[in-house]
Protein backbone atom coordinates (compact mmCIF):
# COMPACT_ATOMS: atom_id res chain seq x y z
CA UNK A 1 0.00 0.00 0.00
CA UNK A 2 1.23 3.37 -0.72
CA UNK A 3 -0.35 6.49 0.99
CA UNK A 4 0.36 10.36 0.30
CA UNK A 5 -1.31 13.04 2.47
CA UNK A 6 -2.81 12.83 6.36
CA UNK A 7 -6.54 14.18 5.89
CA UNK A 8 -9.26 12.54 7.20
CA UNK A 9 -11.08 11.98 3.86
CA UNK A 10 -9.45 10.40 0.81
CA UNK A 11 -9.35 9.36 -2.72
CA UNK A 12 -8.67 5.77 -2.93
CA UNK A 13 -7.61 4.54 -5.75
CA UNK A 14 -7.56 0.84 -7.08
CA UNK A 15 -5.14 0.00 -9.93
CA UNK A 16 -5.82 -2.06 -12.74
CA UNK A 17 -5.03 -5.60 -13.90
CA UNK A 18 -2.25 -6.72 -13.61
CA UNK A 19 -0.34 -4.03 -11.02
CA UNK A 20 0.26 -2.75 -7.70
CA UNK A 21 0.91 0.69 -6.70
CA UNK A 22 3.77 2.75 -7.83
CA UNK A 23 4.60 6.56 -7.14
CA UNK A 24 2.10 8.91 -8.75
CA UNK A 25 3.28 12.64 -8.09
CA UNK A 26 0.15 13.62 -10.97
CA UNK A 27 -2.10 11.69 -8.33
CA UNK A 28 -0.62 13.03 -5.51
CA UNK A 29 -0.72 16.88 -6.77
CA UNK A 30 -4.36 16.45 -8.04
CA UNK A 31 -5.45 14.72 -4.38
CA UNK A 32 -3.12 17.14 -2.24
CA UNK A 33 -5.42 20.09 -4.88
CA UNK A 34 -8.59 18.97 -2.97
CA UNK A 35 -7.37 18.39 0.16
CA UNK A 36 -7.30 14.42 0.22
CA UNK A 37 -5.05 11.71 1.17
CA UNK A 38 -4.53 9.29 -1.20
CA UNK A 39 -4.56 5.43 -0.54
CA UNK A 40 -3.28 2.74 -3.05
CA UNK A 41 -4.32 -0.40 -1.14
CA UNK A 42 -3.33 -3.64 -2.80
CA UNK A 43 -5.61 -6.45 -3.92
CA UNK A 44 -4.98 -10.17 -2.09
CA UNK A 45 -2.14 -11.73 -3.76
CA UNK A 46 -0.43 -8.71 -5.18
CA UNK A 47 3.23 -8.08 -4.28
CA UNK A 48 3.81 -9.58 -0.64
CA UNK A 49 -0.02 -9.75 0.01
CA UNK A 50 -1.30 -12.29 1.22
CA UNK A 51 -3.23 -14.74 -1.81
CA UNK A 52 -6.94 -15.23 -1.40
CA UNK A 53 -8.07 -17.67 -3.46
CA UNK A 54 -11.43 -17.75 -4.84
CA UNK A 55 -12.19 -14.08 -4.05
CA UNK A 56 -14.80 -12.17 -6.01
CA UNK A 57 -14.98 -8.64 -7.05
CA UNK A 58 -17.61 -7.89 -3.92
CA UNK A 59 -15.14 -9.81 -1.16
CA UNK A 60 -12.65 -6.75 -1.84
CA UNK A 61 -14.51 -3.75 -0.41
CA UNK A 62 -14.07 -5.34 3.28
CA UNK A 63 -10.53 -4.64 2.83
CA UNK A 64 -10.93 -1.58 1.77
CA UNK A 65 -13.21 -0.50 4.93
CA UNK A 66 -10.85 -2.35 7.12
CA UNK A 67 -7.83 -0.25 5.88
CA UNK A 68 -9.87 3.00 6.02
CA UNK A 69 -10.64 2.84 9.41
CA UNK A 70 -6.89 1.97 10.54
CA UNK A 71 -6.03 4.96 8.67
CA UNK A 72 -8.40 7.40 10.76
CA UNK A 73 -10.07 8.09 7.34
CA UNK A 74 -13.57 9.27 8.44
CA UNK A 75 -15.15 9.31 4.20
CA UNK A 76 -13.94 8.43 1.00
CA UNK A 77 -14.10 8.55 -2.41
CA UNK A 78 -13.04 5.63 -5.18
CA UNK A 79 -11.42 5.56 -8.02
CA UNK A 80 -10.86 2.37 -10.35
CA UNK A 81 -9.00 1.97 -13.42
CA UNK A 82 -9.84 -0.97 -15.84
CA UNK A 83 -9.36 -4.59 -13.70
CA UNK A 84 -9.50 -1.79 -10.39
CA UNK A 85 -13.03 -0.80 -12.04
CA UNK A 86 -15.51 -2.98 -10.84
CA UNK A 87 -13.85 -3.32 -7.56
CA UNK A 88 -14.54 0.84 -7.40
CA UNK A 89 -17.74 -0.21 -7.82
CA UNK A 90 -18.59 -3.21 -5.74
CA UNK A 91 -16.60 -0.37 -2.67
CA UNK A 92 -19.27 1.92 -3.89
CA UNK A 93 -22.39 -0.61 -3.21
CA UNK A 94 -20.94 -2.16 -0.37
CA UNK A 95 -19.19 0.17 1.40
CA UNK A 96 -20.99 3.00 3.53
CA UNK A 97 -18.55 5.43 3.95
CA UNK A 98 -17.49 5.42 0.35
CA UNK A 99 -19.20 8.69 -0.77
CA UNK A 100 -18.85 8.67 -4.27
CA UNK A 101 -17.20 6.40 -7.07
CA UNK A 102 -15.58 6.51 -10.96
CA UNK A 103 -14.96 3.31 -12.88
CA UNK A 104 -12.33 4.41 -15.67
CA UNK A 105 -11.77 1.95 -18.76
CA UNK A 106 -13.50 -1.00 -16.87
CA UNK A 107 -14.33 -4.14 -18.16
CA UNK A 108 -18.41 -5.25 -17.57
CA UNK A 109 -19.46 -8.36 -16.06
CA UNK A 110 -19.15 -11.26 -17.88
CA UNK A 111 -22.11 -12.38 -17.87
CA UNK A 112 -23.23 -8.66 -19.23
CA UNK A 113 -26.98 -9.79 -21.19
CA UNK A 114 -26.80 -8.27 -24.57
CA UNK A 115 -22.99 -7.23 -24.59
CA UNK A 116 -20.76 -8.89 -27.40
CA UNK A 117 -18.09 -9.25 -24.81
CA UNK A 118 -15.01 -9.62 -26.87
CA UNK A 119 -16.00 -7.22 -30.15
CA UNK A 120 -12.90 -4.78 -30.82
CA UNK A 121 -11.16 -6.08 -28.20
CA UNK A 122 -7.09 -6.56 -28.69
CA UNK A 123 -6.13 -10.29 -29.30
CA UNK A 124 -3.98 -10.58 -25.78
CA UNK A 125 -7.08 -9.74 -23.58
CA UNK A 126 -9.63 -11.77 -25.52
CA UNK A 127 -7.56 -14.70 -25.25
CA UNK A 128 -6.54 -14.37 -21.48
CA UNK A 129 -10.19 -13.56 -20.35
CA UNK A 130 -11.67 -16.63 -22.65
CA UNK A 131 -8.98 -18.75 -20.74
CA UNK A 132 -10.35 -17.51 -17.78
CA UNK A 133 -13.77 -18.75 -18.61
CA UNK A 134 -12.42 -21.95 -18.99
CA UNK A 135 -10.96 -21.87 -15.39
CA UNK A 136 -7.79 -21.37 -13.14
CA UNK A 137 -5.85 -24.10 -14.57
CA UNK A 138 -6.30 -22.97 -18.15
CA UNK A 139 -5.50 -19.23 -17.50
CA UNK A 140 -2.29 -19.79 -14.90
CA UNK A 141 -0.39 -21.15 -17.85
CA UNK A 142 -0.95 -18.69 -20.07
CA UNK A 143 -0.42 -15.76 -17.22
CA UNK A 144 3.16 -17.84 -15.89
CA UNK A 145 4.00 -17.84 -19.59
CA UNK A 146 3.20 -13.73 -20.52
CA UNK A 147 4.78 -12.71 -16.98
CA UNK A 148 7.89 -14.87 -17.41
CA UNK A 149 8.25 -13.50 -21.20
CA UNK A 150 8.35 -9.78 -19.71
CA UNK A 151 10.17 -9.43 -16.43
CA UNK A 152 12.45 -7.32 -16.83
CA UNK A 153 10.84 -4.39 -19.10
CA UNK A 154 6.92 -5.62 -19.22
CA UNK A 155 5.45 -2.19 -20.70
CA UNK A 156 8.27 -1.79 -23.77
CA UNK A 157 7.87 -5.85 -24.28
CA UNK A 158 4.21 -5.68 -24.57
CA UNK A 159 4.14 -2.34 -26.69
CA UNK A 160 6.69 -4.24 -29.47
CA UNK A 161 4.04 -7.49 -29.31
CA UNK A 162 0.97 -6.03 -29.70
CA UNK A 163 1.94 -2.24 -31.70
CA UNK A 164 -0.13 -2.78 -34.47
CA UNK A 165 -3.20 -3.15 -32.19
CA UNK A 166 -2.49 -0.04 -30.35
CA UNK A 167 -3.61 3.11 -30.65
CA UNK A 168 -0.83 5.78 -31.07
CA UNK A 169 -2.21 7.92 -27.90
CA UNK A 170 -1.68 4.93 -25.76
CA UNK A 171 1.47 3.90 -26.96
CA UNK A 172 2.79 7.27 -26.47
CA UNK A 173 1.81 7.52 -23.02
CA UNK A 174 3.23 3.76 -22.59
CA UNK A 175 6.57 3.93 -23.99
CA UNK A 176 7.11 7.46 -22.82
CA UNK A 177 5.59 9.48 -20.18
CA UNK A 178 4.33 6.64 -17.74
CA UNK A 179 6.59 3.81 -18.80
CA UNK A 180 8.26 3.44 -15.81
CA UNK A 181 5.45 3.80 -13.37
CA UNK A 182 3.91 1.02 -15.15
CA UNK A 183 6.84 -0.76 -14.87
CA UNK A 184 6.91 -0.68 -11.47
CA UNK A 185 3.61 -1.12 -10.68
CA UNK A 186 3.68 -4.07 -12.92
CA UNK A 187 7.06 -5.79 -11.61
CA UNK A 188 5.71 -5.02 -7.82
CA UNK A 189 2.56 -6.22 -8.55
CA UNK A 190 4.22 -9.74 -9.98
CA UNK A 191 7.37 -9.87 -7.49
CA UNK A 192 5.78 -13.22 -5.67
CA UNK A 193 4.25 -14.32 -8.62
CA UNK A 194 1.01 -14.21 -10.57
CA UNK A 195 -1.87 -14.91 -7.73
CA UNK A 196 -2.84 -11.50 -7.58
CA UNK A 197 -3.45 -11.75 -11.88
CA UNK A 198 -4.77 -15.05 -11.72
CA UNK A 199 -7.59 -13.87 -8.95
CA UNK A 200 -8.45 -10.53 -11.06
CA UNK A 201 -9.08 -12.90 -13.69
CA UNK A 202 -11.16 -15.15 -12.12
CA UNK A 203 -13.56 -12.47 -10.42
CA UNK A 204 -13.98 -10.66 -13.32
CA UNK A 205 -15.01 -13.33 -15.37
CA UNK A 206 -17.53 -15.24 -12.30
CA UNK A 207 -20.04 -13.17 -11.09
CA UNK A 208 -19.00 -10.67 -9.03
CA UNK A 209 -21.16 -11.37 -6.02
CA UNK A 210 -23.38 -7.91 -6.13
CA UNK A 211 -25.63 -6.22 -8.84
CA UNK A 212 -24.98 -3.27 -10.67
CA UNK A 213 -28.38 -2.04 -10.33
CA UNK A 214 -28.07 -2.00 -6.57
CA UNK A 215 -25.56 0.77 -6.49
CA UNK A 216 -27.45 3.71 -4.64
CA UNK A 217 -23.76 5.50 -4.65
CA UNK A 218 -23.38 8.44 -6.99
CA UNK A 219 -20.95 7.03 -9.53
CA UNK A 220 -19.36 8.10 -12.92
CA UNK A 221 -17.97 5.82 -16.10
CA UNK A 222 -15.29 6.94 -17.96
CA UNK A 223 -13.94 5.84 -21.46
CA UNK A 224 -11.95 6.45 -24.08
CA UNK A 225 -13.55 5.80 -27.94
CA UNK A 226 -10.05 4.00 -29.05
CA UNK A 227 -10.25 1.69 -26.64
CA UNK A 228 -8.94 -1.77 -27.71
CA UNK A 229 -8.16 -3.05 -24.46
CA UNK A 230 -11.77 -2.54 -22.84
CA UNK A 231 -13.79 -1.60 -25.93
CA UNK A 232 -15.90 1.44 -24.64
CA UNK A 233 -19.05 -0.89 -25.49
CA UNK A 234 -18.38 -2.55 -21.77
CA UNK A 235 -18.77 0.66 -20.24
CA UNK A 236 -21.33 2.04 -22.27
CA UNK A 237 -23.35 -0.86 -20.89
CA UNK A 238 -22.69 -0.72 -17.40
CA UNK A 239 -23.37 3.10 -17.27
CA UNK A 240 -27.41 1.53 -18.83
CA UNK A 241 -27.42 -0.59 -15.82
CA UNK A 242 -27.40 2.56 -13.40
CA UNK A 243 -29.55 5.10 -15.17
CA UNK A 244 -28.74 7.79 -12.30
CA UNK A 245 -25.09 7.59 -13.36
CA UNK A 246 -23.05 9.65 -15.90
CA UNK A 247 -20.63 8.57 -18.69
CA UNK A 248 -18.20 10.32 -20.24
CA UNK A 249 -17.12 9.05 -23.14
CA UNK A 250 -13.35 10.73 -25.18
CA UNK A 251 -13.24 10.51 -28.97
CA UNK A 252 -9.62 11.22 -28.70
CA UNK A 253 -8.43 8.61 -26.13
CA UNK A 254 -7.41 5.62 -25.48
CA UNK A 255 -7.06 2.56 -22.41
CA UNK A 256 -3.35 4.07 -20.93
CA UNK A 257 -4.33 7.74 -22.14
CA UNK A 258 -7.07 8.36 -20.20
CA UNK A 259 -6.87 7.88 -16.91
CA UNK A 260 -3.59 10.21 -17.30
CA UNK A 261 -5.36 13.38 -19.45
CA UNK A 262 -8.29 13.59 -17.60
CA UNK A 263 -6.92 12.84 -13.96
CA UNK A 264 -7.76 16.30 -12.61
CA UNK A 265 -11.29 15.75 -14.12
CA UNK A 266 -12.18 12.37 -12.69
CA UNK A 267 -10.85 13.36 -8.84
CA UNK A 268 -12.95 16.98 -9.05
CA UNK A 269 -16.13 14.83 -10.67
CA UNK A 270 -15.79 12.60 -7.11
CA UNK A 271 -15.44 15.75 -4.85
CA UNK A 272 -18.37 17.48 -6.67
CA UNK A 273 -20.56 14.10 -6.00
CA UNK A 274 -19.77 14.00 -2.42
CA UNK A 275 -20.27 16.77 -1.64
CA UNK A 276 -16.99 18.36 -0.28
Known amino acids: MLLYGDSERALVHQPGTPSSPAPDKLLADVADHHGLRVVLPLRPGYGNSTPNPGRRIADVPADIEAVIQHLGVTEFVSAGYSGGGGHSLATAALTPSCKAAAAVATPAPRDAEGLDYYAGMVQSNHEEWALAD ?8 FLEKFAASRRERPVEAFVEVFDDAIPPVDRDVMTHESAERL ?26 GFDLPSVTTPVTFWAGRLDVF ?21 AAHGHISLQRALMHDIVADLVTKAGW
Request: proline share 7%; aromatic share 8%; charged share 25%.
Open 134 to 141: KGEDAVRR
Open 183 to 208: NIGWNKGLENGIEGWLEDDIALTTPW
Open 230 to 250: VPPDHTVWMARQLPSSDLHLL
